[in-house]
């Protein structure tokens, strides 16, 4: 290892690479300093025991860049080689073996083989382990925004600034907005730059930086890496990335775009490149199955177990009908739609992946149920830490982004391991998951029953139960499966009829005994619901937050009511930025006329480029001619349609009293 030993001890918060080597960005106490260690990339090989090794080897044995090896897989031991070549070398290979040939850490990223290789990791401090509960980091933090929000903006129009206790602010055109960014970049110096919108501004800001022949401070290098916008399909939704420049030795996440930002902060960031060994201006960037996969990965390469490039186990050959038998994914009950006193919640903590390590579940596992599995030994650490970190968060306010990170790597995990181009998934090993979990939980309902508790619901991993034993049935869950539970008691909770009539499996609200409200599945916990819509139900629900009890709610309908009838009459006086609704898009073009088709018409008069699963914001000023207003230009709103939205976000509260006079009456 070159240039390594002194850093051993230090903050490193960046790593990139290049054809030469590998970079390590290294915060110490007199500044930031770059190592650069030279690094010959390689993959391993192996060929079927028929194949004629000379036809495939000899050459690159001749030129030195091939030897003899033995290596681990999560299936056991190989005989092949390890190349000392890219990924050129290893399709060459591939189309001369007829595709017969196991090529194994072509695609795992140059930077996890480095870090494994030298013992190193990122965004940790000295004498600290991996998954440990400090905090604390050496970066400094600058924070800009942007008036102008692109892409539906074509001009920046201001910018602030926030570095330690100093507020800056500059008005102008682009190309002095710009100036002014990349001169304070020099001034302060940050490691981390927060940056609203950074992913839609950075193009234009390195164009113009470019063209003023300016060097650009917001990479330390003056080099940027284009990540190319996506579209991407996940859990049942369209999804889309749009396109970043990620910087060199200066951590840049825009907190307008980034989910991992959002929901773990720094903290949780942090803790994503440390556990990956990729750098956080990726992680930032990176859905949270991205993040757990890369997870897996690393931990393969510390254990010394080769990574397949081209997955041949995504799944066996089976029957039809076992396939039917063996899939039937996670068991719903479905409630009756009323309103219930004295209900208990319990949910088990982490479910599918403590399923994982508890039946020792994993690819090689599934014929062989005595090796002990590879994702029990990756993911057991994880639900450690997370069990530490949920207990100490509300002492430590700062470990919410921790625990945050951790509860959505252990949510993705389990949907990996079905994913057929997941490193270590397995159709079979998901559908085994979704068995034993869904026995669990009829057991469960069994366990309920025999202790005189009514199961009301049950969705995946959690049921509602009406009874006064729920310590009891916490106690016999737990000390049977050994998987931790949590309990939330309601005073009462109503469970939402759908549209046929049946029970929601979403849909409910109650109050808490600990005096709050709890809301899923409705209007205002939707993302599309206006801000108008919105307010109105939170201040219904607010008002019925008040009772302890079937009887008094039933006394609170009028002022409800009242409430309801006000938001009616001041529709149309309320601002109009209070009516926009915010959707993804699901396609790019409709042969149809309808919202959506005049969303994306609208979005491409203003030279938006449209993609699948963008964010798109708008207010319908006519919703019978489809006509729309960008959330940057309403000029009206379609007053009928909008209180229609009204009633049915008020029907939503309305049914707790319609169903308790129901029954009076029954």
């Not at 066996?316 to 009950?333: A, F, H, K, P």
Request: proline share 4%; hydrophobic share 35%; glycine share 6%.
């Amino acid at each position: 290892m070159t240039g390594c030993g002194n850093i051993q001890n230090r903050w490193i918060y960046d790593i990139t690479h290049d054809f030469s080597g590998v970079n390590l960005w290294v915060k110490e106490e007199r500044g930031v300093k770059k190592n650069h260690n030279p690094y010959k990339n390689s993959f391993f090989l192996s060929l079927p025991e028929d194949f004629q090794e000379s036809d495939v080897i000899k050459n690159l044995e001749d030129a030195r860049i091939a030897e003899k090896k033995t290596f681990n897989t999560i299936y056991g031991q190989k005989d092949g080689w390890k190349i000392y070549a890219g990924r050129e070398s290893a399709e060459d290979i591939e189309r001369r073996t007829r595709y017969r040939a196991e090529i194994y850490n072509l695609d795992v990223r140059v930077e996890q083989k480095y870090l494994t290789e030298n013992n190193l990791t990122l965004c940790l401090n000295a004498g600290d382990e991996v998954f440990n509960a400090n905090s604390e980091n050496p970066l400094s933090v600058m924070k800009v925004s942007a008036a102008g929000k692109s892409p539906t903006e074509s001009c920046m129009k201001s910018l602030i600034l926030e570095y330690c206790d100093e507020r800056q602010k500059a008005n102008g055109d682009d190309t002095h907005l710009t100036e002014f960014l990349i001169s304070a970049v020099l001034r302060y110096d940050p490691e981390v730059i927060l940056f609203e919108n950074a992913d839609g501004w950075m193009h234009k800001i390195c164009s113009i930086a470019n063209e003023r022949q300016i060097f650009n401070s917001l990479s330390r290098t003056g080099n940027f890496r284009p990540l190319k916008s996506r579209s991407y399909f996940s859990y049942g939704r369209m999804e889309y990335k749009p396109p970043a420049m990620i910087p060199e030795g200066r951590i840049i996440i825009d907190p307008a775009q980034s989910f991992m930002y959002h929901e773990g902060n720094l903290g949780g960031i942090f803790l994503a490149s440390r556990l990956t060994g990729i750098s956080p201006n990726l992680t930032s960037r990176f859905t949270p199955g991205t993040v757990v996969s890369n997870y897996e990965v690393l931990e393969a390469l510390k254990r010394n177990i080769c990574v397949p490039f081209r997955k041949s186990d995504a799944e066996m050959l089976r029957m039809s009908d076992e396939v039917r038998i063996d899939y039937r994914g996670g068991l719903i009950l479905q409630p009756k739609p009323d309103v219930y006193e004295k209900v208990n919640q319990l949910d088990f903590t982490s479910f599918y992946p403590s399923i994982i390590v508890k039946y020792n579940l994993s690819p090689e596992t599934m014929q062989n149920p005595s090796l002990k599995g590879f994702l029990p030994s990756v993911i057991g650490p994880l639900l450690d830490f997370r069990v530490k970190t949920k207990a100490i968060k509300k002492e430590n306010p700062e470990l919410c982004g921790m625990d945050a990170m951790l509860k959505w790597m252990l949510v993705t995990c389990f949907g990996y391991t079905g994913y057929k181009n997941a490193k270590f998934g397995r159709i079979e090993l998901h559908e085994m998951i979704t068995t034993i979990a869904t026995e669990i939980l009829k057991d469960v309902c069994k366990i309920s029953e025999s202790l005189n508790l009514k199961v009301l619901h049950g969705i995946v991993d959690c049921v509602w139960v009406q009874g006064d034993d729920i310590k009891a049935l916490k106690a016999a869950v737990e000390e049977k499966y050994g998987i931790p539970t949590e309990i939330e008691c309601y005073e009462w909770i109503c469970f939402l009829p759908q549209k046929d009539g049946l029970g929601s499996y979403t849909g409910y609200y109650g109050r808490l005994c600990s005096g709050s409200m709890k809301m899923r599945g409705i209007a205002a916990r939707r993302k599309d619901t206006p801000g108008f819509i919105r307010r109105m139900q939170e201040e219904m629900t607010g008002v019925l937050c008040s009772a302890k009890t079937r009887e008094e709610l039933i006394f609170l309908e009028d002022e409800v009511r009242e409430i309801y009838n006000r938001y009616y009459e001041s529709l149309p006086d309320a601002p109009l930025s209070e009516f926009v609704i915010r959707k993804k898009i699901g396609l790019e073009s409709y042969n149809q006329r309808c919202i959506s088709a005049a969303v994306i018409s609208l979005y491409r008069s203003y030279d938006v480029k449209i993609s699948a699963g963008m964010d798109a914001k708008y207010v319908i000023r006519d919703a019978v001619r489809h006509i729309v207003d960008p959330e940057w230009n309403i000029k009206g709103v379609d007053v009928v349609y909008y209180r229609k939205l009204l009633e049915k976000a008020a029907e939503e509260v309305f049914f707790v009293f319609s169903s308790i006079k129901k029954e009076r009456k029954s």
